[in-house]
Nanobody, 126 residues
Framework: QLVESGGGLVQAGGSLRLSCAASGRTFRTYVMGWFRQAPGKEREFVAAINWSGAGTYYADSVKGRFTISRDNAKNTVYLQMNSLKPEDTAVYYC?????????????????????WGQGTQVTVSS
């Protein structure tokens, strides 16, 4: 089970940190990812991180502004979002998969995440 938190309303240029708490002892072996879906648009990949946290992969639209990280001791993955823009407004979803595919495969849709959270709303005002 994945439970996201940390969403909210923020002004453009501001920051938010999303958290995703996972249950289960196998969390630390899973690839974790963040996706988002804006109204009227398809869900899109945001970022992914490998089991150790040493490997990350980002969508071009968030590279340099967002940072994905994980704390396996707390069974939690984070998405630090800085320099937010109105176009970042969306429902953000956490996802998990046992792998073992390359992170780029998840980003390009060649590999699918197995488990999903319910999402948390992020709204960026201009």
């Amino acid at each position: 089970q994945l439970v996201e938190s940390g969403g909210g309303l923020v002004q453009a240029g501001g920051s938010l940190r999303l958290s995703c708490a996972a249950s289960g002892r196998t969390f630390r072996t899973y690839v974790m990812g963040w996706f988002r879906q804006a109204p009227g648009k398809e869900r899109e990949f945001v970022a992914a991180i490998n089991w150790s946290g040493a490997g990350t992969y980002y969508a071009d639209s968030v590279k340099g502004r967002f940072t994905i990280s994980r704390d396996n001791a707390k069974n939690t993955v984070y998405l630090q979002m800085n320099s937010l823009k109105p176009e970042d407004t969306a429902v953000y979803y956490c996802a998990a998969d046992p792998g073992p595919w390359p992170l780029t495969d998840y980003g390009r849709g060649a590999a699918a995440f197995q488990s999903w959270g319910q999402g948390t709303q992020v709204t960026v005002s201009s």
